[in-house]
């Protein structure tokens, strides 16, 4: 389990912060998912990025493959971006996923 | 609908009993991932599939745990003689699973919530 390590657990924030939760992993993976989960609802894929980085709307990700760590920022945080974000990695055949614990994210108005 | 279903959504089972979890893929996709979140944790990789070829079992915490793929598209985890400690939500993803980057992204399906008393 500690293969996968996720930083803060918790966060708050208000409302308009920005907002970044990190990612550090041990073992060699061929790329690194970033998912978001509501209390009680399903999981949705953010992003995958195996370098560099993306960017969707308000998010963005970033990995650094030597560091073998990673990033997710969102910015102009709103309450409805208070979910769980989970990091996972895939094992270097894309197979087998390695998740860390989550950092529950809370945005106050 | 366009998206991974599982079924049942809610299970309560009797400690000793069997169960069996379904798993509807996308149409299409490779790939597909059987996992297990506990309360409050991250998921746990249970076992991953190829079309029809369990090509990864090494999650799977025990012998009474049984995934299968036949055709290599529905999906069915199968736990045998359940016990308490088998209380989790069991989430299966799928993905196209063949070429780097986005396809490799994994959709998720919304879960079984199994109670073991």
């Known amino acids: 389990k500690n293969e996968v390590e996720q930083s803060p657990q918790n966060l708050t924030a208000q409302e308009g912060e920005f907002i970044t939760i990190n990612c550090s992993y041990s073992?060699?993976?061929?790329?690194l998912h970033w998912l978001q989960q509501h209390p009680g609802g399903g999981i949705v894929s953010l992003f995958m990025?195996?370098?560099g980085k993306k960017k969707h709307g308000r998010l963005i990700a970033t990995i650094n493959i030597q560091e073998k760590h990673s990033s997710l920022h969102i910015t102009a945080s709103h309450p409805r971006d208070s979910a769980v974000y989970i990091c996972?990695?895939?094992?270097?055949?894309?197979?087998?996923?390695?998740f860390g614990d989550g950092t529950t994210l809370t945005v106050k108005p | 609908g366009a998206g991974v279903s599982q079924s049942p959504r809610y299970k309560v089972a009797k400690r000793g009993q069997d169960v069996a979890l379904r798993c509807d893929p996308i149409?299409?996709?490779?790939?597909l991932f059987w996992y297990q979140q506990a309360l409050g944790q991250g998921p746990e990789f249970l076992t991953y599939?190829?079309?029809?070829?369990?090509?990864?079992k090494s999650g799977l915490p025990s012998d009474r745990f049984f995934a299968e793929r036949p055709e290599g598209s529905v999906s069915t985890l199968k736990i045998q003689r359940t016990q308490q400690e088998d209380s989790a939500v069991y989430l299966c993803?799928?993905?196209?699973?063949?070429?780097?980057?986005?396809?490799?992204?994994?959709?998720f399906g919304p879960g079984t919530r199994l109670l073991v008393l």
């Open positions: 990025l195996s370098s």
């Open positions: 993803a799928s993905s196209l699973g063949l070429r780097r980057g986005r396809d490799w992204t994994q959709y």
């Open positions: 599939f190829q079309n029809e070829a369990q090509l990864d």
């Open positions: 149409s299409g996709h490779v790939s």
């Open positions: 996972a990695v895939l094992s270097t055949n894309a197979g087998k996923s390695t």
């Open positions: 073992v060699g993976i061929s790329a």
